[in-house]
């Protein structure tokens, strides 16, 4: 069973990252969207990652299953578990401070939409993605359950796997040579090594 203060702080995680996109979320609804892609597969992999990112530790925290898959808790994992969730919140706050209006939690394009390639998305392409990347490593890092812990991962891994490809066509399609030069210079995660 995960200690209480494991379970405290994946929720205080959790809460802090909502609670971070309410004043953003109230912004991006005021844009007008020009172009939505909430096909079928766009749902299919949103319900895979909120599946594995908070269903699955949400029944966890709440009941403790499933037991079996418990391991003793480490506080060392814990300490690093809580440095990752920090690190997690403050890249989110970075990223929707520059995208703004923007951000959208399906892949839209707004009316008027421009590119953002300033402040953290300077050098990082994708910096929300490597921002829920910390997020699911956290999850892993602060419930010792394995199913709970690592389903994050799991299920983050898969959304992103199959949406940045088709994020990037999107962008391409929309931005054209501005979007392709903006790849050139950016890493998708992580800063690319040798850019200015
Ligand atoms: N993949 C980005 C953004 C995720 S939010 C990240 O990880 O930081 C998804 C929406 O952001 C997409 O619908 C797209 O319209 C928009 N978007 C992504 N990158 C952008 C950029 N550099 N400038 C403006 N909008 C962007």
């Known amino acids: 069973m ?3 203060v494991a379970k405290i ?3 205080v995680m959790v809460v802090g990252w909502y609670v971070l ?3 953003f979320e109230r912004k991006a609804a005021k844009a007008r969207i020009a172009r939505d892609e909430l096909a079928l597969a766009e749902r299919v992999r949103l319900t895979i990652s909120l599946t594995g990112l908070g269903i699955i530790p949400a029944i966890h925290v709440a009941t403790g299953f499933p037991r079996a898959a418990d391991y003793p808790f480490q506080p060392v994992l814990f300490g690093l578990g809580i440095v990752t969730g920090l690190a997690a919140l403050v890249m989110f706050r970075l ?6 209006r923007y951000w959208s939690v399906s892949l839209q394009m707004r009316e008027g939409h421009k590119l953002v390639t300033e402040g953290i998305y300077r050098r990082i392409r994708h910096p929300m993605y490597s921002a829920f990347w910390l997020m699911a490593l956290a999850q892993a890092l602060l419930l010792p359950n394995w199913i709970a812990g690592l389903s994050g991962l799991v299920g983050f891994g898969t959304l992103y796997l199959l949406r940045v490809g088709h994020e990037e066509r999107l962008m391409t399609e929309t931005f054209g040579a501005e979007y392709e030069a ?4 950016t890493g998708r995660l992580w800063p690319k090594a040798g850019a200015a």
């Open 21 to 23: 996109r309410i004043p």
């Open 182 to 185: 903006y790849m050139r210079r």
């Open 9 to 11: 702080a994946w929720i």
């Open 2 to 4: 995960s200690p209480l």
């Open 95 to 100: 990223t929707h401070k520059a995208l703004g």
